[in-house]
Structures are given as C-alpha cells and as structure tokens.
C-alpha cells in the first residue's frame, strides 16, 4: 500500500511537471564557511516555497525519498564527520504516505559537511538529491549539483556534474549511491551457510564491505538481515541482558580505529524486553555496523571479528561469530572462517587443540530412547485461554449498571413479534453485537500490526501509561467520575436503530456499544492490553467479549420465562463496579512492575508488589463486609448470601497471597505462587533474601559444582556431572539453558519449583546445567573437529556439543541420560505445565530402572 502511494504519488507529480505548469518549489545555494586550521563548512541551502517541504536524512524512505548528500572523491581534502542538518525539523504522520512518520523541513534547511583541506586551489564538487511535496502532490526525486571553490570562497550556483555514483563517498543516509558503490567498488562478502540441519536455527544472514573514504580512512560495514520476528542487539546496551553485538579487533600498530562503532537502521526499538524483562536496544529485518579505520601501513591485514547473539519472542540462540581479515593494499575482504552457531572457523594456521564432542550413543539412541515419552515441539502461545479471556470480560461487563437493565428492555422489544420474527432478530442482534466488537479487534491489529502491539506492550514507557489508564478506570469504577463517550453519537446511533429491519437492529447494537461505554470501555481495553502481544489476541479477546455479551440476549429472546429469574437491578450492580475498581487497581502495579524492571528503578521488587497485592484484597474484603462505601454505594442494611460467598472468597484470596511471603529455605526463595506466575515480578527481585550455600566437599572436588534454581544442587560441566552421575548410579537432567532464556527461567519459576518435581531433580537425578550463551572465554581457543568451528567461550562449546549430539541449537532443552549416556527419553523443550514435566521425569526414572534390570539380567 505505502508503494502503491509513493509510485501514485509519483505519478502526479509527472503528470504535473509535463503539463504546461512547472513546479520548482525548492531554490538551492551554497555556501563555504572558514573555520580555520585549514578545515571549512560547505553549505547546501535550500529556501522553499510556502506550504512545500522537503525529507531529512533520517526520514521513513518508504515515505518520500531521505535527502542525501555525496561528495566526489579526491585527495585534496577529507570529510569531517556526517552531514548536519540545520532548520526546524518537523516529525509526524504525512497523509500523503498513508500516515507514515516523516520528518520534514519547510520554509529552509542548511546541509553543512565540515571538510579538512589540503589544496584549496582544487574545487570540491557535491550533490544533493532531494524530493519534495506540498500537501496535495510530489516533486520526484531529482538531484543538484554544486561546485565548492575553497580558495575564493565563491557563493555561486556551481554546475559541475558528479561523474558517476560509484566514484563518490557516501556521506549521508545513501540508499541512492551507497548501493551503487557496493556494487561496483566495494568487495563484499556474504555470509550465508549452506542450508543447517531442520532443528538448526539460523535466521541471521551478514555480509560485510569495506569503502574507501580516504586514502587513509577506510570504513568497514557489517549488515546484519535477520528473519521475520528476530533481532540483534545493539552494542549499547547494560549488563545482565543479552550479548552486544560487537567488532573485536586483533592488536597492532598498523592500523587505529576512528570514532565508536556506528549503528544505521531503519528499523530501530528502544525500550522495554519481555525476554529479559530489561530495557534495551534491539533491531529486527536489517542494521549496519559501521566501524572506520585509520590504515598506518597497508601492507599488513586488519583482522577483527563481529559477535552478536540473535533472539525472537520465545528464545534466543547462542551468540555466533563472524572473522574476517581486509587487506588495504588491494581492498581484498576475506572471511577467515565464517560462523558456525558459536564461534568462528579457525584460520589454516590455528595449531590449538582439536576435540571431538560427538557421542555415538546420544546420536544412537536419540534415535530410539529407553523410554517411549518427552515432548520435542515447543509449544506456541494456547489462543483459547486469549479466548476465555475476553469470554469472562464479557459476563462481567453483562453485570455492570450500564448492561444489565437493557436484558429485559431489549428481549421485551423482541417479544413484542411472533415467537419466529422474535427469535430472527434476537439472532441479529446477537450477531451485530460480535460483528461491532470484533470489527474493533481487527482494526486494531489492522492499524498497528501484531510486531507493534507487542512492542508497545513491552514498552516501559507504554507500560507507565498503561499504569495510569488502568489507575484511572479504577476510580471510575469506584465512582468518582465516569468515562463517556460524547452524547451526540448515541443521539445519532439511536435515531438510525428507529429506522426498523436489519439496519435498525444494528444500530440497535450500536447504541448498547456506545451506552455501555462507561463500564464496558475499561474492561475492553484492559482486555486488548493484555492480548496485545498476540497476532489474533485482540480479534479473540474481543470476540470473546462479544459472544459473552450477546448470547444472553438470543437467550432470553428464545425463552422469555427466564427473564423472571433474572435479579432485580440495584444497588447490586454498584458494588460489582467496585469490586472490578480493585481488580483494576491490582492489574495496574503489573505494568508499573514492567516499567520497574526495565528501568531498574527497584521501587517494587517481590515485597512491595506482594504487598500492596495482599492491601488491595484486604481492602476489597473490607468493603464486601460492608464495613468502607465509595459514592455510588446505597447504604447497606445486611449482607444478602451472594455479597457473603464473594467477601469470604476475597478474604480467602487474601490469605492465599500473604502466603506468598512464606520462605522456603530448601529453595532459598519465597512461596511460588502459580496464580501470580506472570503477573508478580520474579522472587529474585527481592530485597531480604540472603545468597545461597554449595556443598563446600563437592566444590572442592568439581569445579563447575554450584547452586542453580530453586537452590538446586547441579553441575555446569557436562563431564563432571557425568563423572559424579557415575559415582551415585543416579540418571542425569541435561538442561540445555542461557543466561538471557527467559523461556528456561519460566520452567524453573513456575514448573521446577513444584514439590514433586523439585524433590525428583534433587533426589533422583543428577542436574547439569550447560549455560550456551555463556560468555566466560575459554582458557585456550579450541577447534570443533566435525563443525570445523572455532570455540572461544564457555557458551561456545556447549553449545557445540548440543548441535552435535541433538541436531538443536535453541533452548531450553532437556534431555534425561543414563550414566552410560543413554536417552531416556524424547528431548523435551519449553512447554508450561507441572504435571507434565513431572510425567516427563517420572518416566525417564521409569526406563532408567527397566535399563538397571536388562543390565542385571
């Protein structure tokens, strides 16, 4: 659609520039600016006419065409820096390109290129190449060439042509030349495997080139293409997320880097992670790395290395390395070895040691295990509870002031027809009910897109806003005020239902959609913000909401006896705004919780979160028991039966939250929860709870030996563990994790921390927990035999050994083993759910001990 417009767009605008009106709205000069020490400002000016504008650099190219400024190269002079822009910068969406964000300019723009000269006697000729739009057409792009005489500083219009595209440096964002250069001058190369394994995961593909600035600085460009809903991350960002992509460079004195790694992408998110539960600096689809280079003696190769790690919404895989080795001398760019998922191809002269992690027995019985169970998919996102969801919404809104009273008011219109005619149009009004909330769900996943959503969802910015919309529907709730949508439209709505048929009947639906709006309007959205992470969470959380609200009416239109059964309005209906006030209240401190976390504030760890959890329940006790009223409430004379059953059950959910306090010292936490799983920050993000102990007799004998989750005892050495596994005749938990798998760390907060599998894995099995994003570097750099891969990192070479033994490069995985290194069962991956992680285990002990019997016989 954007193209469609832009070539559209196009379009007019040479249908305008052929007719006998030409349109020039954009009036260029230049200037040369002395700033001394032989260094000047060369100055691109562009006036425009009124209402005419033309795109920065930076602006959305696929909106209109970014400026971009390039300089013909010579060596009487060198670029300082990038292309400023000086004027007032607008930034928002352009009707013209269907709402995109551009940033324009209007009324004058000044591009200015600070430049080193060396010989002033010698023009320096540039380009600009701009488009620009008034409201109602576009110019298309064309470009302006201008000469600079440094000598005497001469202000003419400069007609010097540029020679060709591939014989300029690139100085600005340059899809225009930049391109053109790759193609024709810059050595490149690509970084694309031949195709993995089915169960290997490689969904970046790199190429890098070098382009020669100077004779002296060159600048070398790594991009980075990553598959749909991947990222990479930047090289700023903190510690404790995940990898920074990163050059690492080989020490010498003939060459020096200049400036910081620069990063170039229009596809740029800043803000908070639900993987890491951290702020960062991602990128998805594309990003250059640009890093330059000061070359002191071309005759020597500049060798480096890019490391990055990759992650989608559900995992991240191991960080790879790419090496690479750029001769100036001849501009030649090699790849010393390219990548394997964790770590680089070693150059021909590598003399290190060489290992072999291959087992024949894993890869035998991998095959067919011991046992006939484990789960080897990972499970995506279960949409029927996204559906339920929405479905409870709905019978909640049903009990709301705002939509209870209209059941008997609508059904009695119906049942004014005959019982058929009746029954049609409950049928429609039903369905035009759904039709109206569904077609919300789908214009909202229309018009921000299911990647959007869930990036402002995990926004710690949108989450501070959404702390404060949820706070404010909770007082609306409790009375204080009501959120309603402007009398007109229901006026409107109305005088449309009273025109009869079909069409009336909609509007009918309508106008319970608009009317209802003060109670329903809070529950929706808190509904939609829940569900946003989805592709289709807000088309099914909507169409729950809407089923639930409209099969009471088809309902009572078919039986109209039961509206008899129905309870009287009152001040009932009152107390259930209440009552959803608190809820509101309570579901608002989780996205503040978010904000919390990714900003590392430490305002509301484990404690306070529970805390105020365990006062707002208190709270809503208190007011069911009659004993606090908010400004609706009618005074209450006694507690009928139903307000007794919800008081004792808000009391009970009290209690059961203050249990989340208990310590318990076998795990060195506080009670999990499973109600709050998801929803309390995690029992780490705590304040009082003291470290851990390790068996100081075991330690002393492994190294790796330590205390991993839930204070269970494990190994992070494959071979110690297997060693002592060994010693105690005990079967082995092989967890394939990362320190940045937030799939691995819902495992162990909401399923390992369970009785009965944590009392398994700490008395059945033997634990070993190989971390493949580890980043501690080896002691010495080895050589995988079969992968012909370079290991340099702890990550790297456990990594390597689940590539090669399971054919899977993405965690978590677990594996349950024999100490004769058998499989006892399928490999399982991420799946939610105690009882059957406990099946798992329990039937890896099963098969553990039909083995110990066939080997006895």
Same mark, same amino acid.
């Given at each position: 659609m954007r193209k469609i417009l832009f070539v559209f767009a196009a379009i007019l605008a040479l249908g305008y520039y052929s007719s006998a009106q030409?349109?020039?709205?954009?009036?260029?000069?230049?200037?040369?600016?002395?700033?001394? +020490?032989?260094?000047?400002?060369l100055i691109f000016k562009a006036k425009l006419d009124q209402g005419w504008a033309i795109y920065s650099q930076t602006s959305d190219p696929n909106a209109a065409q970014p400026t971009e400024v390039t300089f013909k190269k010579g060596n009487h002079y060198s670029l300082i820096g990038k292309v400023e822009e000086r004027g007032k910068k607008k930034e928002g969406p352009e009707p013209l390109?269907?709402?995109?964000?551009?940033?324009?300019?209007?009324?004058?723009?000044?591009?200015?290129?600070?430049?080193?000269?060396?010989?002033?006697?010698?023009?320096?000729?540039?380009?600009?190449?701009?488009?620009?739009?008034?409201?109602?057409?576009?110019?298309?792009?064309?470009? =302006?060439?201008?000469?600079? =005489?440094?000598? $005497?500083?001469d202000k003419g219009i400069g007609t010097t042509t540029v020679a060709n595209e591939s014989d300029q440096a690139v100085v600005g964002s340059t899809n225009h030349a930049e391109n053109a250069m790759e193609a024709s001058a810059s050595p490149m190369l690509n970084s694309t495997n031949s195709s993995p394994s089915p169960g290997i995961l490689d969904p970046v593909k790199t190429t890098v080139s070098v382009e020669k600035k100077s004779e002296k600085i060159h600048s070398l460009k790594i991009n980075a293409k990553m598959e749909n809903g991947w990222h990479i991350y930047s090289n700023k960002i903190g510690e404790d997320g995940p990898i920074p992509s990163s050059v690492d460079w080989?020490?010498?004195?003939?060459?020096?880097?200049?400036?910081?790694? +620069?990063?170039?992408?229009?596809?740029?998110?800043? $803000?908070?992670?639900?993987?890491?539960?951290?702020?960062?600096?991602?990128? =998805?689809?594309?990003?250059?790395?640009?890093?330059?280079?000061?070359?002191?003696?071309?005759?020597?190769?500049?060798?480096?290395?890019?490391?990055?790690?990759?992650?989608?919404?559900? =995992?991240?895989?191991?960080?790879?390395?790419?090496?690479?080795?750029?001769?100036?001398?001849?501009?030649?760019?090699?790849?010393?070895?390219? %990548?394997?998922?964790?770590?680089?191809?070693?150059?021909?002269?590598?003399?290190?040691?060489?290992?072999?992690?291959?087992?024949?027995?894993?890869?035998?019985?991998?095959?067919?295990p011991l046992g006939n169970c484990g789960e080897e998919l990972i499970k995506g996102t279960n949409h029927f509870w996204t559906f339920v969801f929405g479905f409870l919404g709905g019978l909640l809104a049903l009990l709301t002031p705002c939509v209870f009273p209209m059941i008997p008011l609508t059904v009695s219109y119906f049942t004014k027809e005959s019982k058929k005619k009746a029954l049609s149009n409950a049928l429609i009004y039903g369905l035009s009910?759904?039709?109206?909330?569904?077609?919300? $769900?789908?214009l909202i996943t229309a018009l921000f897109g299911a990647t959007a959503l869930n990036e402002l969802a995990t926004n710690w910015i949108a989450n501070l806003i959404f702390f404060l919309i949820f706070v404010v529907f909770a007082f609306s709730f409790f009375g204080y005020f009501e959120i309603t949508l402007p009398s007109s439209w229901t006026t409107k709505t109305d005088s449309m239902a009273d025109s009869g048929g079909y069409i009336g009947i909609f509007f009918m639906a309508f106008t319970l959609a608009l009317?209802?709006?003060?109670?329903?309007?809070?529950?929706?959205?808190?509904?939609?913000?829940?569900?946003?992470?989805?592709?289709?969470?807000?088309?099914?959380?909507?169409?729950?909401?809407?089923? %639930?609200?409209?099969?009471?009416?088809?309902?009572?239109?078919a039986f109209p006896a039961w509206l008899n059964s129905l309870p009287k309005s009152g001040s009932w209906m009152s107390s259930v705004k209440v009552v959803l006030g608190f809820l509101e209240l309570a579901l608002a401190l989780k996205f503040l919780s978010n904000a919390d976390m990714a900003r590392k504030w430490n305002i509301l760890g484990y404690e306070v979160f529970m805390g105020l959890w365990v006062i707002i329940f208190a709270l809503m006790t208190i007011y069911l028991f009659g004993w606090i009223k908010f400004p609706h409430d009618s005074p209450l004379k006694k507690l009928t039966s139903t307000r007794w059953f919800f008081a004792l059950a808000s009391l009970a959910t009290t209690v059961y939250?203050?249990?989340?306090?208990?310590?318990?010292?076998?795990?060195?936490?506080?009670?999990?929860?499973?109600?709050?799983?998801?929803?309390?920050?995690?029992?780490?993000?705590?304040?009082?709870?003291?470290?851990?102990?390790?068996?100081?007799?075991?330690?002393?004998?492994?190294?790796?030996?330590?205390?991993?989750?839930? +204070?269970l005892d494990c190994f992070k050495d494959y071979y110690e563990g297997l060693t002592y596994a060994k010693e105690m005749n005990k079967p082995i938990l092989l967890d394939y994790t990362g320190i940045f798998c937030q799939n691995c760390r819902r495992t162990e907060d909401r399923i390992w921390v369970a009785d009965k599998v944590r009392n398994m894995i700490e008395s059945k099995y033997v634990l070993v927990s190989l971390?493949?994003?580890?980043?501690?570097?080896?002691?010495?750099?080895?050589?995988?035999?079969?992968r012909n891969t370079l290991l340099r990192t702890v990550g790297n070479k456990w990594a390597d050994h689940q590539i090669l033994n399971f054919e899977q490069n993405s965690q978590p995985l677990y594996i349950l083993l024999t100490p004769e290194e058998q499989i006892l069962a399928k490999p399982r991956g991420y799946r939610d759910g105690i009882d059957d992680y406990a099946t798992f285990l329990q039937c890896g002990l099963d098969a553990f001990d039909k083995s110990k019997g066939m080997s006895v016989q």
């Open positions: 030409m349109f020039d709205p954009v009036h260029w000069d230049q200037e040369v600016k002395s700033l001394g +020490n032989n260094e000047y400002e390109f269907d709402n995109l964000v551009v940033a324009k300019y209007m009324d004058h723009v000044d591009f200015v290129q600070k430049v080193k000269v060396t010989d002033p006697s010698k023009t320096i000729d540039g380009e600009v190449y701009y488009m620009s739009c008034n409201s109602e057409r576009c110019i298309p792009p064309s470009p =302006k060439a201008m000469s600079f =005489k440094i000598g $005497g500083g080989e020490p010498g004195g003939h060459y020096k880097l200049v400036g910081e790694l +620069n990063e170039v992408s229009d596809h740029r998110i800043e $803000g908070y992670d639900e993987i890491f539960e951290m702020k960062l600096i991602k990128y =998805k689809e594309s990003v250059d790395f640009v890093q330059d280079i000061e070359i002191i003696d071309p005759s020597k190769p500049v060798k480096g290395g890019f490391t990055y790690q990759t992650c989608d919404a559900s =995992k991240c895989l191991p960080p790879k390395t790419i090496a690479f080795t750029y001769h100036p001398n001849d501009g030649k760019l090699e790849f010393d070895g390219m %990548a394997g998922s964790t770590g680089a191809v070693p150059p021909l002269d590598f003399t290190g040691d060489v290992v072999d992690q291959t087992n024949p027995n894993l890869r035998a019985s991998l095959l067919n009910i759904i039709v109206i909330y569904v077609t919300i $769900g789908l009317v209802s709006f003060s109670c329903t309007g809070p529950i929706v959205g808190s509904a939609l913000v829940q569900s946003a992470s989805s592709t289709i969470g807000p088309f099914l959380v909507m169409l729950g909401f809407s089923m %639930a609200l409209a099969i009471p009416f088809g309902l009572f239109a939250l203050a249990t989340g306090f208990i310590y318990k010292k076998d795990v060195n936490s506080y009670k999990s929860l499973n109600l709050m799983s998801g929803i309390a920050p995690p029992s780490t993000y705590n304040y009082f709870l003291p470290p851990p102990q390790v068996n100081p007799e075991l330690k002393s004998r492994f190294m790796s030996f330590t205390k991993c989750a839930n +204070n971390y493949c994003d580890d980043p501690k570097q080896l002691e010495k750099e080895i050589l995988s035999k079969n």
